[in-house]
């Protein structure tokens, strides 16, 4: 981990734990950010109450991100959540205050690890980031998962014109909406250029020349 913060050129704080949760990403964007272009490479998906945080490397996002962060991290964390709410629950009665706390606390993680599970596969499917789309627009799509709110913010306005039309060259907008961007690619050549898809363009057809006579003048 030190060499990750060493590399953003972030200071190494004695409670990294606490450091991390609360202020790291806030000083990775801004350390990353330059005019309008935010471009932080660490991100933060992260439970609603920001309990548990799983972070990926920008650079190595692949299609396939998702499905190995649940299968590695989520799951594993959900099932030894739930064998510890199982256990304290066999106890019914016999549990103290404490561990009624610790129950509540476990069913509540529980339920958000759920949530997280479930909202990363329904977006797996079709998700096939690409970096030539920029980190904003890559990140766009996972707008529900960040908890700092600016950030969830701009990436939920960048998903809107993803879903408007907007980013129409973008590798994502073809992966989410194929037949909408060909569509548009048989009239917009250079949209066709960027997908690689000039076959589908069609040259409109040519205006007739205008007459290039003298136009009469008012008879004298």
Same mark, same amino acid.
């Given at each position: ?35 309008? %272009?935010? +471009? !932080?490479? *660490?991100? =933060? ?7 548990? $945080?799983?972070?990926?490397?920008? @650079? ?61 596969? %329904?977006? +797996? !499917?079709? *998700?096939? =980031? ?7 627009? $890559?990140?766009?799509?996972?707008? @529900? ?63 007739? +020349? ?11």
């Amino acid at each position: 981990m030190e060499a990750v913060l060493t590399r953003v050129q972030a200071p190494v704080p004695a409670d990294l734990r606490r450091w991390l949760q609360r202020e790291f990403f806030p000083f990775h964007l801004q350390r990353y950010s330059k005019s309008r %272009r935010k +471009a !932080p490479i *660490y991100w =933060p998906l992260a439970t609603s109450s920001g309990s548990y $945080t799983l972070w990926l490397y920008y @650079p190595s996002l692949t299609s396939q991100t998702l499905y190995t962060a649940v299968n590695d991290f989520v799951e594993p964390k959900l099932k030894q959540v739930t064998q510890q709410a199982t256990t304290l629950r066999t106890k019914a009665s016999a549990r103290t205050r404490d561990e009624d706390r610790t129950l509540e606390t476990l069913l509540t993680l529980e339920a958000e690890l759920i949530e997280l599970r479930d909202t990363m596969l %329904r977006i +797996a !499917p079709d *998700y096939h =980031p690409n970096h030539d789309d920029g980190v904003q627009i $890559t990140a766009a799509p996972l707008w @529900p998962l960040f908890r700092h709110k600016p950030w969830q913010k701009l990436l939920k306005d960048t998903w809107a014109k993803l879903e408007n039309g907007d980013y129409d060259w973008a590798h994502l907008a073809m992966a989410y909406w194929p037949d909408e961007v060909r569509e548009k690619c048989k009239t917009d050549k250079s949209l066709a250029i960027a997908h690689d898809l000039e076959q589908l363009y069609i040259e409109p057809p040519a205006k007739p +020349a205008k007459p290039r006579g003298r136009k009469k003048g008012a008879a004298a």
